[in-house]
Nanobody, 115 residues
Framework: QVQLVESGGGLVQPGGSLRLSCAASGIIFRVNAMAWYRRPPGKERELVAR???????NYADSVKGRFTISRDNDKNTVYLQMNSLKPDDTAVYYC?????????WGQGTQVTVSS
């Protein structure tokens, strides 16, 4: 059974930084793309950033230049470094991974940006 376990969320002041981690376990097949999504309060879930197994990345326009996605293929782990955080970044952040022929989701971690 594949599991994605996220960590690193919390409360931070505007302008601050956080680093999210997501570790995949129970891997049987190759991990393809990994991504971070978020669901702001009262809104739909949206893609934040994605990284392919090749290292190619893409970002939502709202986070370009502030967030960086990276991965450690040996550890089946994906990271999201979030800098210059804004109140609009407040959301539950979800890890997503395409493993073999299936997509998997983490349980979500809360990020709150507030003074």
């Amino acid at each position: 059974q594949v599991q994605l376990v996220e960590s690193g969320g919390g409360l931070v002041q505007p302008g601050g930084s956080l680093r999210l981690s997501c570790a995949a376990s129970g891997i049987i097949f190759r991990v393809n793309a990994m991504a971070w999504y978020r669901r702001p309060p009262g809104k739909e879930r949206e893609l934040v950033a994605r990284i392919q197994s090749s290292g190619i990345t893409n970002y939502a326009d709202s986070v370009k230049g502030r967030f960086t996605i990276s991965r450690d293929n040996d550890k089946n782990t994906v990271y999201l470094q979030m800098n210059s955080l804004k109140p609009d970044d407040t959301a539950v952040y979800y890890c997503n991974a395409w493993i073999g022929t299936s997509y998997y989701w983490g349980q979500g971690t809360q990020v709150t940006v507030s003074s």
